[in-house]
Nanobody, 114 residues
C-alpha cells in the first residue's frame, strides 16, 4: 500500500502559474503510471495529464501547451507545472498512481480568479 500526498494548490489570478507536487509515502514502491485528474465544481472528475515510468505523457486537450507533467522516479514524485491559468481551470486536483492497484491522493484545491 502507498499513500499519495499533494501540495501546491491555492488561489491565483488568471494568467498566473502554480506548481503541484504529489509524493508517494514509499520510495521503494514502484509506480507505473502517475498523473493528475481534476474535478471542477458540479462536474465529474476528468483527466488532466498522465506520465509513464518511462516518461511518455498524455494531456487533456484543454491544458496542452499550458501544463507540463514530470516525475522523479527515485523520489516517487509527480509534478504538474500549470501556466497561463484560466478561471475554468478551477477545480480540486487529484494525484493518481498505479502499480498492481490504483491509488488516489486526497486532493488539493486550485482556484483561478478572473
Amino acid at each position: 500500500q502507498v499513500q499519495l500526498v499533494e501540495s501546491g494548490g491555492g488561489l491565483v489570478q488568471a494568467g498566473g502559474s502554480l506548481r503541484l507536487s504529489c509524493v508517494a509515502s514509499r520510495r521503494d514502491f514502484p509506480l507505473n503510471v502517475m498523473g493528475w485528474y481534476r474535478q471542477p465544481p458540479g462536474k465529474q472528475r476528468e483527466l488532466v495529464a498522465i506520465i509513464t515510468r518511462g516518461g511518455l505523457t498524455n494531456y487533456a486537450d484543454s491544458v496542452k501547451g499550458r501544463f507540463t507533467i514530470s516525475r522523479d522516479n527515485v523520489k516517487n514524485t509527480v509534478y504538474l507545472q500549470m501556466n497561463s491559468l484560466k478561471p475554468e481551470d478551477t477545480a480540486v486536483y487529484y494525484c493518481y498512481a498505479n502499480s498492481v492497484s490504483g491509488y488516489w491522493g486526497q486532493g488539493t484545491q486550485v482556484t483561478v480568479s478572473s
